[in-house]
């Protein structure tokens, strides 16, 4: 009830306030006639946006197309190694990088301030390698799994575990000369 006689106050509060009178004779037809126009403009506007529609939808085509070729040849190119060639070369890609980890971690576990420049130039060395088998992955994807960048690639696995081998031996050569040198100052 409350609300009600508040509604009610309302409208007697506004009671004068309304637009009560006849529209002019032709309102009707006028006010037609405006929005005629305002709808001519628009599809005006509608058929200049459209015309470009189409070259945009062809652009933004041509451009997907080339991003997806893109995409796929750069997966091509990263995944072409000795694994993509047979289920043999897998394993002994396997084999080669898991001998190779466990030769790079010995070799950082034995890093002192003696061995520090020896461990140094074995990484830079191993670095030189990994650069060179980047260019014989794209080598082996150009040629065609020829048989030659296969070897070459095998005796890349193999200089990389030989230069970790021989720097493994010249650290313990360097141990075991300290050694001797710290028994000698001992016993003198």
Known sequence: MKEENNINKLFKNLEGNFDVDMPNAG???RFLEKLKQQNNVANTYNKKTNYWKPFLAVA?????????????????????DLASVSPELSQTQSFFTTAIAQEVASLEALRSPETEHM???AMKELKILELE???????LNESGNDQRVI????????????????VLEH????KNFKQKQDENNITI
């Not at 088998?133 to 080598?139: E, F, V």
């Not at 650290?171 to 360097?174: A, D, M, P, R, T």
């Open 151 to 166: 070897y070459a690639m095998i005796a890349n696995f193999q200089n990389r575990i030989n230069v970790l081998k021989t």
């Open 27 to 29: 309102h009707e037809y």
């Open 133 to 139: 088998y980047q260019t014989l992955k794209i080598d």
């Open 171 to 174: 650290i313990e050569e360097v």
């Open 119 to 121: 461990v140094n130039d």
């Open 60 to 80: 933004a085509s041509i451009v997907l197309c080339f991003s997806v070729f893109a995409l796929m040849q750069q997966q091509d190119n990263e995944f072409n």
